[in-house]
């Protein structure tokens, strides 16, 4: 989930032309009531900076439940804003994190090594 609509969107043609399947949320409140129905997804990809809870909130909030711990959860940052969020992110729990804008080749390249680790 991102709350730039346009990265959302991008992230989300590029894996829908990988083949996976995509739910989106805009909300990392929306993420935790999917996965409170039942939802058990590959990865989850988040937007740090998000309104209501941040992403680092959500994280640790998916990393404490045993039902959802093990999903990979790999966080989104705007490049500016690198300095401090690789350990505020893996204090959280993520497996990982992408800077804003992103290159589509080592976005779909990490997305692929997060998701088989997930079905390993």
């Excluded at 894996?15 to 009531?33: F, I, M, P, W």
């Excluded at 998916?62 to 966080?75: E, F, W």
């Excluded at 989104?76 to 505020?88: H, L, P, R, S």
């Amino acid at each position: 989930m991102d709350d730039d609509e346009g990265v959302g969107e991008l992230a989300q043609l590029l894996l829908v032309k990988r083949g996976h399947s995509v739910k989106r949320v805009l909300t990392g409140e929306d993420c935790l009531a999917l996965l409170d129905s039942g939802y058990h997804p590959d990865l989850i990809l988040m937007d740090i900076f998000m309104p209501g809870k941040d992403g680092l909130q959500i994280t640790r909030e998916i990393k404490s439940n045993p039902r959802t711990k093990d999903i990979p959860v790999l966080l989104f940052t705007v490049m500016g804003t690198i300095d401090g969020i690789k350990e505020a992110a893996k204090k959280a729990g993520a497996d990982g994190y992408i800077t804003k804008p992103f290159d589509k080749s080592e976005f779909l390249s990490y997305i692929e090594k997060l998701a088989k680790l997930a079905k390993a």
